[in-house]
Every structure is written in C-alpha cells, then in structure tokens.
Nanobody, 113 residues
Framework: VQLQASGGGLVQAGGSLRLSCAASGRVFSINAMGWYRQAPGKQRELVAAITRGGTTTYADSVKGRFTISRDNAKNTVYLQMNSLEPGDTAVYYC????????WGQGTQVTVSS
C-alpha cells in the first residue's frame, strides 16, 4: 500500500486548508484511514480517522473545526481544516490501517498568528 498526501501550506489563523491522501496498491486491505500530526518537540498524535464504513474519530483539540471524509471509490481520504490556529502547526501524516499500519509522506501545515 502506498499513501500519497497532498495539500498543506501556509495560512493565517482563522483560515482553512484541505489535505488529501490517495491510497494505491492493496487498498482492499485498508480499513481505517486518517491523519496524524507531529509538531516540533512533541509526539505524533492522532488528528482524525475514518473507517471504511464511515465511523469517525477526532482529537478533542480539532472537534468542530476539522472534518474528515472518505471516498472509497477513489481510495482517498480528505481532511478539511477550518478555523485554523497556530497550535495546529505541524507536519501532517496520512495513515492507513489494514494488514499493517501504512504511512504517507508528511505535509507541512503552518498557521501564522
């Protein structure tokens, strides 16, 4: 399984960004997909995840601001990030769980105050 992430960038506080992650390869083996993030000096943390059936999980810090969605036909997961805060600045990693845990390359999200 390969995960290709896109999106990210620099945005002012209060702004929005959308991340995408497309899976290829043995995609039938993937159940949950989502996003983790890691800020400098901090541990990697789960931001949001969604199962193949559409059940979602969010970190408390992003509830009400971020929305995760999934297009199973395109094997793609999206993270819509609204009302971004400087504390959201981190490298965001796409993640997939199936036979193993799979990781995409990180994409930088920087929120300026």
């Amino acid at each position: 399984v390969q995960l290709q992430a896109s999106g990210g960038g620099l945005v002012q506080a209060g702004g929005s960004l959308r991340l995408s992650c497309a899976a290829s390869g043995r995609v039938f083996s993937i159940n949950a997909m989502g996003w983790y993030r890691q800020a400098p000096g901090k541990q990697r943390e789960l931001v949001a995840a969604i199962t193949r059936g559409g059940t979602t999980t969010y970190a408390d810090s992003v509830k009400g601001r971020f929305t995760i969605s999934r297009d199973n036909a395109k094997n793609t997961v999206y993270l819509q990030m609204n009302s971004l805060e400087p504390g959201d600045t981190a490298v965001y990693y796409c993640w997939g769980s199936g036979e193993y845990d799979y990781w995409g390359q990180g994409t930088q999200v920087t929120v300026s105050s």
